[in-house]
C-alpha cells in the first residue's frame, strides 16, 4: 500500500469546471509537494506546503496536518491544465527523499 | 537562474554503449538527485548527493555509475544497460535540508535497444 494516496486517479472534466485533487498521508511530514507533468515531459513544481494554504494564478493548495490531508485546486481549468499531478511528502524536517503519489490523471476537454 | 538543465533531451543507445547523462544548476543548491520515472509511475529515487558527496544509493545497479564532480554538476553514467532501463531519467536539486526550493529538469528520455 501506498504511503501517500491520490484521488481520484483519473479526472475529465470540461473546460471552466472547477477542478480538486486530494492527497492523503499516514504519518506526520515535514513538507508537501504539488508537481505537475505534462504527457512525456518533465515535472515542474508547483507548491511546498508545511501548512495553511497557498495560491497561485488559478492554483490553490491547502494542506491540514492535523488530518494528514492535501487539496490542490484548479478554478476555471483550461485544456492546457491537461498533465498528470502529483503529491510528493518530506517526512522528516531535513529529509531529502521525496515519497511521491501514484498521480492524477486530469483530462480537461475544451 | 532558476532551473535544472538536463542533457541530452533523448538518448538511444545499444547495450553495448558507454553513455552520460548530463545535469546542471546555478540555484546554489548543494543537494542533487536522480530519479528514474517508468510510463504512468511516479519517480523513483536512484541517487542523492549533498555537497558533492554520495549520501543515498537505493540499490542501483552498478551500470548507473553518478559523478558529481563539482556543486553544480552532476553526471550519470551508463554502461551494459538492458532494454527494461529504458525511462524518463530526472534530475533534481535543493538546498541539503530540503528546503522550499525543489526543482526537476526536463529529463532525458532514454531508449536502450
Known amino acids: 500500500k501506498n504511503e501517500v494516496e491520490q484521488s481520484p486517479q483519473n479526472l475529465t472534466a470540461q473546460e471552466g469546471e472547477f477542478i480538486t485533487i486530494n492527497c492523503s498521508y499516514s504519518?506526520?511530514?515535514?513538507?508537501l509537494h504539488w508537481l505537475q507533468q505534462h504527457p512525456g515531459g518533465g515535472i515542474v513544481s508547483l507548491f511546498m506546503?508545511?501548512?495553511g494554504k497557498k495560491k497561485h494564478g488559478r492554483l490553490i493548495a491547502t494542506i491540514n496536518i492535523q488530518e494528514k490531508h492535501s487539496s490542490l485546486h484548479i478554478t476555471a481549468s483550461h485544456p492546457r491544465d491537461s498533465a498528470v499531478y502529483i503529491c510528493?511528502?518530506?517526512?522528516?524536517?531535513?529529509?531529502?527523499?521525496?515519497?511521491f503519489g501514484q498521480g492524477t490523471r486530469l483530462t480537461i476537454n475544451p | 537562474d532558476t532551473e535544472v538543465t538536463q542533457t541530452p533531451k533523448h538518448l538511444v543507445m545499444g547495450m553495448t554503449n558507454k553513455k552520460s547523462l548530463k545535469c546542471e544548476q546555478h540555484?546554489?543548491?548543494?543537494?542533487m538527485y536522480w530519479y528514474k520515472q517508468k510510463a504512468k509511475k511516479p519517480p523513483e529515487l536512484m541517487f542523492v548527493?549533498?555537497?558533492?558527496?554520495?549520501?543515498i544509493n537505493e540499490s542501483v545497479p552498478s551500470r548507473f555509475s553518478p559523478e558529481c564532480p563539482n556543486s553544480s554538476l552532476l553526471n550519470l553514467h551508463l554502461h551494459a544497460l538492458q532494454p527494461e532501463d529504458s525511462a524518463l531519467y530526472l534530475c533534481?536539486?535543493?538546498?541539503?535540508?530540503?528546503?522550499?526550493?525543489?526543482?526537476f529538469g526536463s529529463g532525458t528520455r532514454l531508449t536502450v535497444v
Open positions: 510528493a511528502v518530506r517526512y522528516h524536517q531535513g529529509a531529502q527523499k521525496l515519497v
Open positions: 506546503l508545511s501548512s
Open positions: 548527493y549533498s555537497y558533492e558527496k554520495l549520501s
Open positions: 533534481a536539486s535543493s538546498q541539503v535540508d530540503g528546503g522550499p526550493g525543489y526543482t
Open positions: 540555484m546554489g543548491h548543494r543537494a
Open positions: 504519518v506526520g511530514i515535514s513538507a
